[in-house]
């Protein structure tokens, strides 16, 4: 059974309309994989997934690389998940200040922890049901990552699950601009109307990049901040299980679907 909360105060009209247009891609940005080109797409949306936390189950790893990230520049501090879950705006720099990094440091912290998720074995574990929730919406929808990481450790992660294919770009932060900005640059890129684009992220900095950017914000439950933090950001839609993004699509649209 879903469970897609909507967060109160907030009331969504649902119209239902069919939207028949060509895919458009700009092949000439970076980050972009050209996957489909000519077809013609019914209901076409562009989804935006934050990576840590909603894609790739990252937080064990964060949180061990922050510790050893922290023993090496000297940072006397026990990381706890606390430092990542209260976040005002997730990233790797505020996490490094949450860790009581100097601000002299941070920078490093951050180069540091990346060059650790870069220089792991083996990828991160894809939270389980996303995979088929990708493979169905990259039948319909143009899907793409933003995100604080890096585009290498989204590629790697990207072909390690055998989901390359379900993605037409990642927007890094090796990538100029914030979050808002990249999600704009995408919509400009794919050509689809604010009401047809959602974010769908684990913290509130998602739910504020979203709102900046003027297109729809899905929270979701299983990241790095709690249910109680996200409803308080007022997304438009909050899901517990990855199933449930295939209903929340529909139901999202503000004015579009």
């Known amino acids: 059974m879903f469970a897609v909360m909507f967060p109160p105060i907030r009331q969504i009209t649902i119209v239902i309309k069919i939207i028949i247009q060509p895919k458009r891609i700009d092949e000439t940005t970076p980050g972009c994989i050209a996957r489909r080109t000519c077809n013609i797409i019914p209901l076409m949306s562009l989804i935006l997934f934050d990576f840590d936390g909603v894609l790739a189950d990252t937080l064990a790893d964060m949180l ?10 000297g940072v006397k501090h ?4 606390t430092d990542l879950s209260q976040l005002e705006e997730m990233s790797f720099a505020a996490f490094g200040r949450a860790c009581g990094t100097p601000e ?42 933003v995100t604080g990481n890096t585009s290498r450790n989204v590629h790697a992660f990207l072909e390690e699950h055998g989901l390359a294919n ?48 003027g297109v729809n914000a899905i929270a979701v439950s299983w990241g790095h901040q709690s249910m109680g933090m996200l409803v308080r950001a007022l997304p438009d839609l909050v899901v517990r299980f990855p199933e449930e993004l295939l209903l929340a699509v529909r139901l999202t649209g503000r004015g579009s679907l």
């Open 166 to 213: 379900c993605m037409d770009a990642v927007y890094g932060v090796d990538m100029p601009g914030s979050k808002a900005e990249k999600i704009l640059k995408a919509k400009d890129q794919f050509g689809v109307e604010a009401g047809r684009v959602f974010m769908v992220g684990d913290s509130c900095s998602d739910i504020r990049a979203a709102r900046q950017a």
């Open 104 to 145: 002299d440091l941070v920078q490093e912290f951050v180069r540091r922890c990346m060059g650790k998720f870069a220089e792991k074995k083996s990828p991160p574990e894809l939270f389980h049901g996303m995979g088929a929730v990708l493979r169905k919406l990259a039948k319909w929808h143009n899907l793409a990552v």
């Open 78 to 81: 026990t990381v706890v998940q």
């Open 64 to 73: 061990r690389f922050a510790q050893e990230v922290c023993n090496e520049l």
